[in-house]
C-alpha cells in the first residue's frame, strides 16, 4: 500500500512538472502568468492527495481554493490581457493528479496528450489561419455532421410496405462515398494532385469500387480537368475488387 503511495505521488510529480515546464518554455519574456513549473506539480500532487485522502468534501474545497486563487491571479492586474489556456490546463492538472490512483494509464495518457496540444499552439494557430480556407472548414464540419449526427438519429431497421429499405444501411453508404472523396480531398492537399486521388482510390477500392466511382465521379464533374485521371484511378481502383474477391474466397 506505502508503495502505491510512493508510485501516485512520483507520477503526479512527474506529470505536474511535465505540463509546468511546457507552460513555462513557452512564456514570452517578461510576460507575467499565474501558473508556473512549481505550481502545476503543487496542483497536481494537490489531486494525488485528495484522491487518496478519499474525501469529497475536501476534494471539492481544494479545488474551489485552486479556483480562487487563479481568478485572482487572472483579475490582479486588469489593464494586462491574459489568455485562459494556463489556468484551465492548471485545473485540468489538478483532475489529472486525481485520477491517477484509480486510472494510472488514463490520466497519464491525457498528461501527454494536453502537453502535445499545448506545445502546438504556434502549428496549430498557422494551420486554422493559413491552410484551412473557410470553405475547407465548413466542408468539414458537414461531413462530421453526416457521421456522428444523422447517422444515430436514423432507425436500423427495415421499413416501408416490403421490408426492403434499411435507412441506416443506405446512410452507411453515403458516409462511405462522403468519406472516400473527403480522405481524397485530404491525400490531394498534402500529396499533390496525382498521387493523392490515386492513393485514396486504391485504399477506398477495398473497401467499396462503386463509392469509389461514383466519389470519382462526383469530383470529375466538379473539376472537368481531372477527368482523365478520374477515369485512370477509377479503372485502377475497381481493378483492386478481382484480388479482393480472391483473397475473400480463400
Known amino acids: 500500500m506505502q508503495l502505491e503511495v510512493f508510485i501516485t505521488f512520483a507520477e503526479a510529480l512527474a506529470l505536474g512538472l511535465l505540463i509546468g515546464s511546457e507552460r513555462y518554455k513557452g512564456r514570452s519574456e517578461g510576460k507575467i502568468q499565474p501558473a508556473g513549473m512549481r505550481t502545476f506539480t503543487i496542483i497536481c500532487l494537490l489531486g494525488a492527495a485528495c484522491s487518496l485522502i478519499a474525501q469529497p468534501g475536501f476534494t471539492m474545497l481544494t479545488f474551489g481554493a485552486i479556483f480562487a486563487f487563479l481568478g485572482i491571479a487572472y483579475y490582479r492586474d486588469p489593464s494586462e490581457s491574459y489568455g485562459l489556456t494556463t489556468e484551465m490546463a492548471a485545473l485540468l492538472t489538478f483532475w489529472l493528479g486525481f485520477l491517477l490512483s484509480e486510472y494510472e ?51 436500423n431497421r427495415y ?66 480537368q481531372l477527368s482523365r485521371l478520374c477515369g485512370v484511378t477509377g479503372v485502377m481502383a475497381n481493378a483492386v475488387q478481382f484480388p479482393r474477391l480472391l483473397f475473400l474466397v480463400w
Not at 127 to 153: G, Q, Y
Open 105 to 155: 494509464v488514463l490520466a497519464i495518457s491525457t498528461g501527454i496528450v494536453v502537453v502535445i496540444l499545448l506545445a502546438s499552439k504556434k502549428a496549430l494557430h498557422e494551420f486554422v489561419r493559413e491552410r484551412v480556407t473557410e470553405v475547407e472548414f465548413f466542408d468539414t464540419l458537414k461531413f462530421l455532421a453526416v457521421v456522428f449526427v444523422v447517422l444515430p438519429l436514423l432507425p
Open 159 to 224: 421499413v416501408g410496405p416490403l421490408e426492403f429499405f434499411n435507412p441506416t444501411q443506405v446512410w452507411v453508404l453515403i458516409i462511405l462515398i462522403s468519406s472516400i472523396g473527403y480522405a481524397g480531398y485530404v491525400l490531394i492537399r498534402v500529396l499533390g494532385g496525382n498521387r493523392g486521388l490515386t492513393i485514396s482510390a486504391l485504399l477506398g477500392g477495398i473497401v467499396s469500387t462503386l463509392a469509389v466511382t461514383v466519389s470519382l465521379a462526383e469530383r470529375s464533374r466538379e473539376a472537368p
